[in-house]
């Protein structure tokens, strides 16, 4: 197997030249390592690289150019890889990324991820086989505001959701949770139904329909009573 | 007794005349003089129509009705011209207020906002003290030579009393009452004089301090108007401080995120590194798996830590966000509603946050609640934040929740804190803030 072909976006140098050491050191090819959207574009379409790993948070605003760099390939380039690395969770961020491109493989992942090497470098393995992956902070976050239908599914069903929205396939999820793969199918196809999804085999589409589902609540408060006074003062 | 702040509060004393106050009121009344005589000159040129009119009117010269005209001519020079004089005059007069006076009498001039010549203009012609400052002169120079003559015409006749005896013999002596040509005759005079005498520093005294009291009243800031420039400084620095605070925060945030925060992550990436390529059961893997655990836990530590300081993502996505983001740090489901569109002034939009952030701590310490709303929104000015939870009520303000901090902080963006907590709940806390800070 030829090795990935990667090109790296991060501002912090010493981050950046950490990343492809790592990258190195674990069979992906670096062939190029820049500091800012402009140069990632360039770059991609300099050397057409089977993975871009990005930064969101760039020069020269510092707050989503990787992300939207990343959007842009996503939809020029459909079987380019993408994973881009996040310093906070933002739900929003992850569904523009989740939801841009053709369904090939693509990535949000908390920035410290990277410090759990090996777990880091398999998860981007994966994404280069064209899985979808949300990290896992982002999905627990979502499940702890759902009360409702989530409610609903047992203590399995809620593990094989959060595997879903990892991205992981129903065969991977059996591997993890030590069940059968036909167990699997059913746990995935009651959550599904329990959370009124469509049933979908291709982890990418899967993974946008539970995100979509779990950020639906919108934040809407319940009405009435904004328009009362509280009384006392401080 | 405490010591009289001023030559009249002394006049009531009884040591008044082996004190110091009768030479201080000499000497303020002496001083008085070359002021004056300087003040004249300028005001006489400028009153100078005024005093063309005087002297044809007396003299009977009046001739047409345009001579009239001399009436606003004066008006406007001394409307125009007379501060330039008026204003450094007081500032003389009120240096000189502390021979009479002793207690502090501030000008009540504003700063101008800018440096420059306009800037200074605009500011003393638009303000009550320059015109007051004016009053003062034309008072010193109508009414000061009448009072100031009459003492000097009483000094003047004291003195001819007490000397008529040794000046008769060189012929008779008019002493203002009558005139005398022999000792003799003389002698009453002088006696009352003599009589007459310690009089005089009162009468000193009582014209010093009209005189002083006059210029307190014209050329002092009053109280309230002290009071009220003093609270809009305290205000203003108030506010200066915050912002420098919060400048200070953005700074020690950013500083920490792109050095130790980078380094530390890069450190912990090399740990872990090293980890995959050891084995975890060589005592080498050991210690080094052991190590990159804890750069991981430093890592997490040092960024709770520089949220706090200054939360990132409040500055680069705004208050939506970030509040959605508190409300995930939650122990309790917490809803969000923020339809804000365009985002308030930064004071107000971290204050906004630390509120809310406050507000959520105490309501998953103290409240008991299962579910928590927090609601931002923009009504009209106003940048209104309401937390609202579900727990049984009772909060206090005064319980030491930090709420009080919180307060000042509202208060320095100008904005107000609503609680209402009765017991049973459910609680609700809300802040109202001008949008734009101020």
Redesign the interface.
């Known amino acids: 197997m030829s090795a990935v072909r990667t090109v790296l976006a991060e501002d912090?140098v010493?981050?950046r030249?950490?990343?492809a050491?790592?990258l190195e050191?674990f069979g992906f090819a670096v062939v190029a390592a820049v500091g800012d959207a402009d140069a990632l574009v360039g770059a991609v379409e300099q050397h057409a690289p089977d993975l871009v790993v990005t930064d969101i948070?760039m020069p020269p605003t510092?707050?989503?150019e990787g992300l939207r760099a990343a959007v842009a390939l996503r939809r020029d380039h459909p079987d380019l890889a993408v994973v881009a690395l996040s310093?906070?969770?933002?739900?929003?961020y992850a569904a523009d990324l989740i939801g841009s491109g053709g369904g090939r493989g693509v990535g949000y992942l908390l920035?410290?991820r990277?410090?759990?090497?090996?777990e880091f470098v398999g998860t981007l393995r994966r994404i280069v086989d064209g899985a979808t992956v949300v990290d896992p902070e982002v999905v627990r976050?979502l499940l702890?505001?759902r009360?409702d239908p989530v409610a609903r599914l047992s203590t399995r069903e809620r593990d094989v959701l959060g595997l879903i929205a990892e991205g992981h396939s129903n065969s991977a999820i059996a591997r993890r949770l030590f069940l059968s793969e036909a167990a699997v199918g059913k746990h995935v196809g009651n959550v599904l139904a329990k959370l009124d999804l469509p049933p979908a085999a291709d982890s990418n589409r899967r993974v946008l329909a539970v995100l979509t589902y779990l950020r639906s609540?919108a934040?809407?408060?319940?009405p009435g009573?904004?328009d009362a006074?509280?009384?006392?003062?401080? | 007794m405490p010591a009289p702040p001023t030559v009249l509060h002394a006049l009531g004393r009884r040591r008044f005349l082996i004190g110091a106050w009768p030479w201080r009121a000499i000497a303020y009344l002496a001083s008085t003089v070359p002021v004056g005589v300087a003040a004249s000159l300028p005001f006489a040129v400028l009153g100078l129509p005024w005093l063309v009119l005087f002297d044809r009117a007396v003299h009977g010269e009046w001739r047409t009705w345009s001579d009239l005209l001399l009436v606003p001519i004066g008006v406007l020079l001394l409307g125009t011209l007379g501060p330039l004089v008026a204003v450094p005059l007081a500032d003389v007069e009120r240096a000189r207020l502390r021979l009479a006076d002793t207690r502090p009498a501030r000008s009540g001039h504003r700063t101008p906002p800018t440096d420059g010549m306009w800037s200074w203009l605009r500011t003393r012609y638009t303000e009550a003290a320059t015109w007051r400052a004016l009053a003062y002169a034309l008072l010193l120079l109508a009414v000061a030579p009448l009072v100031y003559g009459a003492l000097l015409l009483v000094v003047v006749l004291d003195v001819a009393w007490l000397s008529a005896p040794a000046v008769v013999h060189d012929g008779p002596v008019t002493l203002g009452l009558g005139t005398v040509s022999t000792r003799r005759e003389a002698v009453p005079y002088a006696l009352a004089g003599l009589a007459l005498l310690p009089g005089l520093p009162y009468l000193a005294g009582l014209v010093a301090g009209l005189h002083a009291a006059v210029a307190r009243a014209l050329l002092r800031a009053p109280d309230d108007a002290e009071l009220r420039a003093e609270l809009v400084e305290v205000a203003r620095s108030r506010a200066r401080l915050v912002d420098a605070f919060e400048a200070e925060r953005r700074r020690i945030e950013r500083d920490l995120h792109?050095g130790a925060q980078?380094?530390l992550?890069?450190l912990?990436?090399?740990?872990?590194?090293a980890?995959?390529h050891l084995a975890d059961d060589a005592e080498a893997g050991v210690a080094v798996a052991d190590a990159?655990e804890q750069?991981?836990r430093l890592?997490?530590e040092l960024?709770e830590l520089v949220h706090g300081i200054h939360p990132?993502?409040l500055t680069?996505?705004g208050l939506p966000?970030a509040l959605?983001?508190l409300?995930?740090r939650a122990p309790i489901?917490v809803?969000?509603?923020?339809p804000l569109t365009v985002r308030p002034a930064p004071p107000v939009e971290s204050t906004a946050y630390f509120v809310a952030a406050e507000a959520l701590t105490n309501v998953a310490k103290h409240s008991g609640a299962t579910t928590a709303?927090v609601?931002a929104e923009r009504r009209a000015d106003t940048l209104v934040l309401?937390v609202?939870d579900d727990g049984h009520g009772g909060a206090d303000?005064g319980q030491g929740t930090g709420?009080?901090g919180l307060?000042d902080r509202v208060a320095v963006v100008g904005g107000?804190?609503?609680?209402?907590s009765p017991d049973g709940g459910p609680t609700?806390?809300?802040v109202e803030l001008p949008w734009s800070g101020e």
Do not use: C, N, Y
């Open positions: 912090g010493l981050l030249e950490g990343l050491g790592m050191r948070r510092f707050t989503d310093q906070f969770v933002q739900h929003a920035k410290d990277v410090v759990d090497v090996a976050r702890r505001r009360r609540e934040g809407e408060a319940p009573g904004s006074r509280p009384r006392s003062e401080l | 792109d980078q380094r992550v890069s912990t990436l090399q740990l872990g590194m980890r995959v990159h750069a991981k890592m997490a960024r990132q993502l680069e996505l966000d959605r983001e409300a995930d489901p809803t969000v509603r923020a709303t609601i309401e609202r303000p709420l009080t307060a107000r804190i609503l609680l209402s609700r806390l809300r």
